[in-house]
């Protein structure tokens, strides 16, 4: 058989064609962005964004393309140009004008000629608000002293938008800021309270200086850290002196310190005698020390100490101290409350003043036997209105005695402490009663010095924290100071109650006696037996509904005189 070339040559080239037309037919065309996915960032009262830019090139050939946009609200975005050939650079725009703070989302659609699978690239767009600024409505303070403590000036902080935390710090001494942290939201100003305090600083023709730091976050740089400038002119004030302590001291007398007390003290006030400076230490615009040296303590006479301010202050007028030749009673208090002023017939009173007893110390004495206590110890004699006094205590510059129950009424009554000669004098105001409660530590204030009764067991306690009395119980209490109530006695004064007096004389009316708010029973107010007529003792009962606690207040009184306050008790 006879086979034909051309024959096969060409039923191979059909057979090669038939087997790749389907391969050619089946070739795919992607399109590929660059970058895949588009941001935006607005701030709201900012310039619009830039334009950004997506390369897209197809796999093969120049197909035509088209472009739409889909998603939430999007005409915030555009596309351009929005139709052509590959390969296409697309510019890319927002206008987010008008939107609310958030995130938006769009998506671009690239549909290309022969392309199966349009292209998508996603397109985010962050809307946020500006950042606020914190406003501060001065920038400037002034004040002038006196007064010493000006009254306070304010500033207000506020906001142009969100809220703004803030800190603020004074940077003087003498300046103080209220408050000095919060924050600050829309609608809701901060007022600041500022307020300087003179008194430690000198008078002077050039104002003190200083500034307040507001620190703020969540704001913008300009408004982060924002000053106000505050100016302090303390002017020189015209001082005035009511009282000088102690009034006098002895001649040759070492290097004594004086407290004065007056008003428009200051920094750079100097006490003065005559033309020269004392040492001056200024504790406050109402008071002040001074060292006066020992050669100006030489020669007895008196003193004239006067305070000087600078210009336009001035001095004030002129205050006497004496330097004595002789001692002299410088003060008289009552020995249970410590009060300086009246004393009462009876009283138990301490005197205090330079050089008014012996060198050495002496304490009461009965040396007779007689159960009066002696008014002459160591040759040394305290009398009162002329009266001798029992003496107590004796000593160089403190003195205690009883107040003769002979004693007349009245203000500025004499006194004389004489060792054979007459050594220091002084005066004293007496009335018929001026109370003062015992404390324990003898101070005056705080715990009372006092015993516990218990009716149930039958048993004596130092009132305190381990031993508190209980409502019901008895308390005794000790005070002078009442009177001359036991007019039954002939001789009272300096009497040492003997356990024989009968009937034992009390109070009448008694003590009114209050104890945690609530009027308390008493079942004696009379002497302490073996104590000095002078000393009253009160037993009182805890009444119900008394306050409870390490310090229940107690008050007592006499008649229409009260004693000291600030004595308590320990209730439980």
Known sequence: MKLSFRSHSSSFAA???????PALAQTTVTLTPSPTSLTFAYTIGSALPAAQTVSVRASA????????ITGSNAQWLTVAPDTGIMPANLSVRVNPTSLAVGTYQSTITMAATGVANPLRISVTLVVSNALPTLAVSTTSLAFTSPPAQPAAQTFRLTTTGGPIPFTIAAGSVWLSVTPTTGVVLPGAPVTISVQPDATALAASAVPYTGKITITATGTTAASKTQLVSVSM?????????TSIWPPSVLVNTPAATVTLRGTGFQANSVVMIGTQSLATTVVSSTALLATVPPVLLTTPGVLNFYVSNPAPGGSSPAIGFTVSATPSVQITVNAASGVAGTVSPGEIITMYGQGIGPAASYSMQDADNNGYVDTNVAGYTVFIDSVPSPI??????QVTVQVPYEVTLGLSQTIQITNGISLASGVVSIAATAPGTFSLDGSGLGQAAALNFSATNQTYSLNGASTPAHVGDTVILYMTGEGDYATVIPIRTGLLVPTALTPMPQMNPLPSVTIGGQPAALTYAGPVVGSLLGILQINATIPAGSATGAAVPISIAI???NSQSGITLVIK
């Open 61 to 68: 050939g120049t197909p035509a393309y088209s472009v739409t």
């Open 15 to 21: 057979l090669l064609l038939a087997t790749l037309t």
């Open 233 to 241: 002119l303390v002017n020189s004030l015209s001082p005035t002196i």
């Open 559 to 561: 008649g229409t005189v």
């Open 392 to 397: 107590l205590y004796l000593s160089q510059n």
